[in-house]
T-cell receptor, first 113, second 113 residues
Framework: QQQVKQSPQSLIVQKGGISIINCAYENTAFDYFPWYQQFPGKGPALLIAIRPDVSEKKEGRFTISFNKSAKQFSLHIMDSQPGDSATYFC????????????FGRGTSLIVHP | DAGITQSPRHKVTETGTPVTLRCHQTENHRYMYWYRQDPGHGLRLIHYSYGVKDTDKGEVSDGYSVSRSKTEDFLLTLESATSSQTSVYFCAINLQGPAYEQYFGPGTRLTVT
């Protein structure tokens, strides 16, 4: 059972455009939602994270939008740049359980110059 | 840099041989994890540890064993490697406690021929 569903699997955006990646979860006990960015040949690295007490968190060009009632959260990359080309993973974890994060399957983003 | 190293970084081995991958951390973090990453599957948890000699299984633990005799080292062993275990293996630690983000090592690319 896939507890965190991520879409799309791949995304191509023009430079300057907005990239949007969506995730949906099922377990209502999840209370921490990070996004990881992974460049080829590297390990994933934390990009931005949100807790369910806020509906949006912004860090530079990256924004997480969170909809608790719909059990969905999304990553928005504004003014996408070729350097943003990477694989993005959403994840969710629960502080009340084993704390093991559940990852989405990833989105490969390509930003064309 | 949370001080995670993985060794070896690349390995080619034959079916049926035992393989051990090493994860080493320098900052005394309690929680350590082993993941495998395969196209279309994202990151899947193999085993994790919550202290010296304290380990538990993840979602894809069959064919793998782990050991943690020291805080800084977490070993992943493939008892008898199979071609289905060809993958990129990542070690990770939890920063700032169990509910916080994970920090990943650089990965080990394993090919089983």
């Amino acid at each position: 059972q896939q507890q965190v569903k991520q879409s799309p699997q791949s995304l191509i955006v023009q430079k300057g455009g907005i990239s949007i990646i969506n995730c949906a979860y099922e377990n209502t006990a999840f209370d921490y939602f990070p996004w990881y960015q992974q460049f080829p040949g590297k390990g994933p690295a934390l990009l931005i994270a949100i807790r369910p007490d806020v509906s949006e968190k912004k860090e530079g060009r990256f924004t997480i939008s969170f909809n608790k009632s719909a059990k969905q959260f999304s990553l928005h990359i504004m003014d996408s740049q070729p350097g943003d080309s990477a694989t993005y993973f959403c994840a969710a974890s629960s502080s009340g359980g084993s704390y093991i994060p559940t990852f989405g399957r990833g989105t490969s983003l390509i930003v064309h110059p | 840099d949370a001080g995670i190293t993985q060794s070896p970084r690349h390995k080619v081995t034959e079916t049926g041989t035992p393989v051990t991958l090493r994860c080493h951390q320098t900052e005394n973090h309690r929680y350590m994890y082993w993941y495998r990453q395969d196209p279309g599957h994202g990151l899947r948890l193999i085993h994790y540890s919550y202290g010296v000699k304290d380990t538990d299984k993840g979602e894809v633990s069959d064919g793998y064993s782990v050991s943690r005799s020291k805080t800084e080292d977490f070993l992943l062993t493939l008892e008898s490697a199979t071609s289905s275990q060809t993958s990129v293996y990542f070690c990770a630690i939890n920063l700032q406690g169990p509910a916080y983000e994970q920090y990943f090592g650089p990965g080990t690319r394993l090919t089983v021929t």
